[in-house]
């Protein structure tokens, strides 16, 4: 089993539709991310969470909002889905005892909007 | 603003050597990391350069230049599973990544 889960893998959902994307891990990190990619571009950082009760924005959060439910679920929900949303979306975990830039990657979950 | 370079994509031989140069701007510098990213997979961690110089891990090696804002990847005895994107991170002055948008790499026999 992955140990940084994501649900859905896929998804494809209309302009206006709420969604949420579900990231889960058994690692026991504090810090998970929410990142998208684009191709052409490199990762962009969402949100990111340090711990339960730390929520941070990243570099390109309107339009989307998380939840960190317990250490090891952190949500992330675009409100009202809109295309240019469509991306492939990664939630990544961290641990603080090593370098910070080291992450480890869920599967990924493909979200289309038409 | 900060940014990351690196090439679009590169083709190189089985068996061969390639060397996957990176390039940055950023407001500080916290560490460089290369991560390897097979089509339609989750990036995975290959190396962790903070110190100027070489560091070496079996087939792979990275090489870090601070003052010259560099960095390369450099594949030895290259095999068909190495066919990936590579992509180049740093961790800025406020320990966010930066990341290029990555190299994709083409291994022929």
């Known amino acids: 089993d992955a140990d940084v889960t994501q649900t859905p893998r896929n998804r494809i959902t209309k302009t206006g539709k709420r969604i949420m994307l579900e990231c889960s891990q058994t690692?026991?990190?504090?810090?998970m991310y929410w990142y998208r990619q684009d191709p052409g571009l490199g990762l962009r950082l969402i949100y990111y969470s340090f711990d339960v009760k730390d929520i941070n924005k990243g570099e390109i959060s309107d339009g989307y909002s998380v939840s960190r439910q317990a250490q090891a679920k952190f949500s992330l929900s675009l409100e009202s889905a809109i295309p240019n949303q469509t991306a492939l979306y990664f939630c990544a975990t961290s641990d603080e005892q090593r370098e910070a830039g080291e992450l480890f990657f869920g599967e990924g979950s493909r979200l289309t909007v038409l | 603003g900060q940014n990351i370079d690196q090439p679009t994509e590169m083709t190189a031989t089985e068996g061969a050597i390639v060397q996957i140069n990176c390039t940055y701007q950023t407001s500080g510098f916290n560490g460089l990391f290369w991560y390897q990213q097979h089509a339609g997979e989750a990036p995975t961690f290959l190396s962790y350069n903070v110190l100027d110089g070489l560091e070496e891990k079996g087939r792979f090696s990275s090489f870090l230049s601070r003052s010259k804002g560099y960095s390369y990847l450099l594949l030895k005895e290259l095999q068909m599973k190495d066919s990936a994107s590579y992509l180049c991170a740093v961790l800025d002055s406020n320990y966010q990544l930066i990341w290029g948008a990555g190299t994709k790499l083409i291994i022929k026999p």
């Open positions: 690692k026991g990190h504090d810090r």
